[in-house]
Nanobody, 114 residues
Framework: QVRLVESGGGLVQPGGSLRLSCAAS????????MDWYRQAPGKERELVAQITSSGSTVYLDSVKGRFTISRDDAKNMAYLQMNVLKPEDTAIYYC????????WGQGTQVTVSS
């Protein structure tokens, strides 16, 4: 059974940083592309960052240069380092993987506010 568990969200002031973690189980982690999505109130879920099994990355234009996705295959973990956070980054952040179908974590709330 595939399971994804996010952690690391919270309340941070504009300009601050957070590091999100995603713990994966039930999959052969090192061959999977891992994604971080986010969904703000009243908006559709959007892809924030993606990392392939070979380490290639893709980022949403609005987070380029501020966010960094990484992975630790030995620990079955994916991470999203978020720097210079802005109020518009406020959302629930979800870890995602595909294995035959889409799997999602429960999400972690990120709130950027003064």
């Amino acid at each position: 059974q595939v399971r994804l568990v996010e952690s690391g969200g919270g309340l941070v002031q504009p300009g601050g940083s957070l590091r999100l973690s995603c713990a994966a189980s039930g999959i052969t982690f090192n061959i999977r592309t891992m994604d971080w999505y986010r969904q703000a109130p009243g908006k559709e879920r959007e892809l924030v960052a993606q990392i392939t099994s070979s380490g290639s990355t893709v980022y949403l234009d609005s987070v380029k240069g501020r966010f960094t996705i990484s992975r630790d295959d030995a620990k079955n973990m994916a991470y999203l380092q978020m720097n210079v956070l802005k109020p518009e980054d406020t959302a629930i952040y979800y870890c995602h993987v595909t294995r035959g179908r889409d799997y999602w974590g429960q999400g972690t709330q990120v709130t950027v506010s003064s």
